[in-house]
């Protein structure tokens, strides 16, 4: 599939409802943390859709990640410790090395051969603060890379990490990263208001949205979008959804990368990395960056946040009371990200040639939802 221009018109599209049950494609590199929160010596649990994973980092900085159970008794591995390289099972402290081999238990006699007991590993990686993992088939984690982040090392970038945690299915959250049409919701915090979506495009991985949105006000002058609070400023915003995560930019001004980690059916959590440009010159911003990244990330971006969690969360427990219920869409960017979640799972599942989450084998699914998924959707009635 090469780029499609898509139409920017809003016209009222069928949202399919099999979206908020979709499995994810674990063939591609989910972030499981920040990379600080990992010290040496230490293990922690993370999920990346339903895989439960122990990650430690060995007394040497390097970072590992095993299945969280052990081979033995099924222990989880993540209540063991670290010891030199290898982490230990809390139970009966068998060893095991960064691959998940056995490489030692304490109360077999020396003449004794190890087991052949072999944890689960997964390929993971430290890139931009963030620990990432590959869940998928290991062979192609080489080709697949988390995504580039330009502003990360150049300093005339004020950098503002932001997480979050939703209950809700990661279509939903991240039709919220891609639907600018909902300024409305951060009114009081003089968000963006007046957007129009001018140019729609998707490929077979990704959808690139461009809309133009106008700003005013203080926080606006402040986050350099505008050069006066009393003063429109009209700019064009770019929105790409690369599966599995987002790569905006508001020309020149800030940026945002938002990589998503689907924890289950109805869990997400995102890790986000704002660049703003700060007009200061560079001696002075160096030393004030901690400070006002915090600010920002205190008095703006959580503020944003904890309003978008309330919809994202409202929006999940609609659905799940009935799943059956019909919604009406206008925006065609969110048709297209269904489109292609849905995509890329399909893909995924006929890649292992096994039954998804429904039983049905690949076939099947080639048959009937593939197409509705990959077909336009029916247009009903024009809104403009
Ligand atoms: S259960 Fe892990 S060592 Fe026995
Ligand atoms: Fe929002």
Request: with cysteine; glycine share 6%.
């Amino acid at each position: 599939m090469t780029a499609m221009k898509l139409s920017t018109s809003l016209t009222s599209q069928t949202v399919q409802n099999g979206v908020r049950e979709v499995g994810i494609n674990p063939n591609h590199w989910y972030p499981v943390g920040w990379a600080s929160q990992f010290k040496p010596g230490e293990v922690l649990p993370v999920v990346v859709w339903q895989q439960a994973i122990a990650v430690y980092r060995d007394f040497q900085g390097q970072i590992h990640a095993l299945e969280d159970a052990c081979p033995h008794k099924g222990i989880a591995l993540h209540k063991g410790k670290v010891q030199g390289c290898h982490l230990a099972c809390a139970y009966h402290g068998w060893e095991f090395d960064g691959n998940g081999q056995c490489v030692s238990i304490p109360y077999l006699p020396e003449d004794q051969k190890l087991p052949r007991a072999q944890a689960r590993s997964y390929p993971v990686q430290e890139k931009y603060g963030l620990i990432w993992i590959f869940p998928g088939e290991p062979a192609l984690a080489v080709a697949s890379q988390p995504p580039l982040i330009s502003e990360f090392e150049q300093p005339d970038w004020l950098m503002v990490p932001v997480t979050a945690h939703f209950q809700a299915h990661f279509s939903i959250c991240n039709e919220n990263t891609m639907d600018v049409f909902h300024g409305f919701l951060h009114q009081k915090l003089q968000g963006w208001f007046d957007p129009v979506l001018i140019n729609l495009q998707e490929t077979e991985a990704a959808v690139c949205a461009e809309y133009n949105v106008s700003y005013k006000g203080r926080m606006a002058q402040f986050l350099g979008l505008s050069d006066r609070a009393d003063q429109v400023t009209t700019l064009p915003i770019s929105i790409q959804y690369r599966y599995p995560h987002y790569a905006s930019s508001l020309q020149g001004v800030s940026s945002l990368y938002l990589m998503r980690l689907p924890v289950g059916p109805t869990e997400s959590r995102s890790f986000a990395l704002f660049f703003f440009k700060i007009n200061l010159p560079q001696s002075l911003l160096r030393p004030l960056k901690p400070l006002l990244s915090t600010l920002i990330q205190r008095f703006v971006l959580r503020k944003f946040l904890a309003q978008d969690i309330e919809m994202i969360e409202s929006e999940q427990q609609t659905y799940l009371a009935n799943p059956q219920r019909r919604y009406v869409e206008i925006n065609p960017a969110i048709i297209a990200i269904q489109r292609l979640v849905v995509r890329q799972y399909q893909q995924f599942i006929q890649s292992t040639g096994q039954p998804d989450h429904k039983g049905r084998n690949s076939e099947n699914v080639t048959s009937s939802e593939a197409r509705s998924g990959q077909t336009e959707p029916t247009q009903e009635h024009s809104i403009r």
